[in-house]
């Protein structure tokens, strides 16, 4: 029986919940599904230029690991891009590296470095009907 897989440590929580194809009028198809580690590491290695052993030490995970994660994001990108088919990011066992929350009127996600114990102001819109994230 294999171990249970643990946490992958993702540093902020993505800004959108997809992409869809721009101008394709075709039979829409069954969505790709992205997790969020797999965005994580396209993030922290094609973004940002770290190396595999810098991104994996960030996330808290093996090397290999960080190969194998990263190696199904980039199918699940080319299989999105070349059948023209929406991409979705959500799921996935991680856990964020601070308190985050949602902004109820904006929408937008923020940290909260103090862990307030009352609902923190959103900095956007300056909103107090926020919620805290549980993934």
Not at 66 to 72: G, I, P
Request: hydrophobic fraction near 35%; charged fraction near 25%; charge should be positive.
């Amino acid at each position: 029986m294999p171990r249970p897989k643990r946490l992958r440590k993702v540093i902020t929580p993505p800004r959108f919940k997809g992409f869809k194809p721009y101008g394709y009028y075709g039979q829409e198809k069954e969505a790709v599904v992205m997790l969020m580690e797999e965005l994580e590491v396209i993030r922290l290695l094609d973004y940002l230029g770290m190396t595999q052993e810098e991104a994996a030490g960030l996330m808290m995970i093996s090397r290999p690991t960080l190969t194998r994660v990263y190696e199904q994001a980039r199918k699940k990108v080319a299989t999105a891009f070349a059948e023209a088919r929406t991409l979705v990011v959500e799921g996935g066992r991680v856990y964020f590296d601070q308190d985050w929350h949602r902004c109820l009127i904006c929408n937008s996600t923020f940290n909260d470095p103090e862990k307030s114990p009352s609902a923190p102001a959103c900095p956007v819109c300056g909103s107090l009907h926020t919620e805290q994230f549980n993934v």
